[in-house]
């Protein structure tokens, strides 16, 4: 694994810049379906939006730290974990909490809120706990990452491409549903054939290597869903919330890792092929458990 250290996936200024757009435009397209009625939902609701959040950006990033502890991963590997706790719920996973039969509500103001508190709350928990264990402190250390830089890019990406959805949508709702059909899938596709093309250099190692990365994204993912699941029985919410708290606690959005991972850590191989396989597992699971609580209702009504 001390291989993964060692390896750098690199990219030319023009596929970054390519993907740092591509994520922009995602994350314009999931915030043309979001209205600001749906923040009022959040007040409305303290107690699910409230652990909600406290699901995302306390328990994950804790436990995440709890596991790397217990397996002793190598630093690079460490971050690329630390990173992908650190960031807010994938962009699918609106999809997936409707296609369970979950709260939409409750996942679409989720979405937005995380996304927003993310430009302070994902630099601030990755140095937070990848500062607590040792190995990955050494390597931030000798990376001298500077993280007003890491605001920066996270508020561009993310926040401004989040407030013109939104004021789109407000402003020409028939014009904003059209452009989210249309922008999403577009730019996803984009998105993954940068990544794709990217790896495809280092494929060698990738193959090597992706039994072991494979097992432990697992492991990983399985906590982050866990958690989600936990913390709503603990406090007695209710079936369709219990479902988005899993389904946002559970889908990361690796993308943005993969993107700070390019701009700030040369593309480090451990961070990237963790946050890359994360990207592609969590699409599995979250439509496993996705379908799964599809079936249970069916078979609920029936009976």
């Not at 923040?39 to 652990?51: A, E, M, Q, T």
């Not at 709890?66 to 999809?95: E, H, K, R, T, Y």
């Not at 029985?233 to 369709?240: Q, R």
Request: charged share 10%; with cysteine; net charge neutral.
């Amino acid at each position: 694994m001390e291989e993964l250290d060692q390896m750098q996936i690199n990219f030319g200024e023009d596929s970054l810049f390519l993907m740092n757009l591509s994520l922009a435009v995602i994350m314009f397209g999931v915030a043309l379906e979001i209205k600001l009625t749906d923040f009022k939902y959040l007040w409305s609701h303290p107690k699910s939006f409230i652990l909600g959040i406290t699901s995302q950006f306390l328990l994950l990033p804790f436990l995440t730290w709890v596991l790397i502890l217990l397996i002793q991963p190598s630093p690079s590997v460490a971050l690329g974990m630390f990173l992908v706790a650190a960031c807010p719920g994938g962009n699918i996973s609106n999809f997936l909490t409707n296609y369970a039969r979950g709260n939409s509500a409750l996942s679409v103001s989720l979405t937005a809120f995380a996304t927003l508190s993310s430009i302070v709350l994902t630099p601030f928990n990755f140095a937070l706990w990848s500062g607590l264990y040792s190995p990955s402190a050494l390597l931030l250390k000798s990376i001298s990452l500077n993280y007003s830089d890491v605001f920066e890019t996270v508020a561009l990406i993310l926040g401004i491409p989040l407030m013109l959805g939104i004021y789109v949508n407000k402003r020409k709702p028939f014009l904003a549903e059209k452009m989210a059909s249309l922008l999403k899938p577009i730019s996803v596709v984009i998105f993954i054939s940068i990544v794709i093309i990217a790896f495809y250099s280092n494929f060698d190692l990738f193959i090597r290597v992706i039994g072991w990365v494979f097992g432990l994204v697992l492991m990983h993912n399985l906590v982050a869903l866990g958690s989600g699941f936990s913390l709503s029985k603990i406090f007695g919410l209710n079936l369709e919330d219990t479902k988005t708290l899993t389904i946002e606690t559970g889908i990361q959005n690796s993308g943005l890792a993969l993107v700070l991972i390019f701009n700030y850590f040369d593309g480090l191989g451990g961070m990237s092929i963790i946050a890359g396989w994360w990207g592609i597992w969590h699409i599995v699971s979250g439509l496993t458990i996705a379908s799964l609580w599809k079936k249970y209702n069916y078979v609920a009504k029936v009976v």
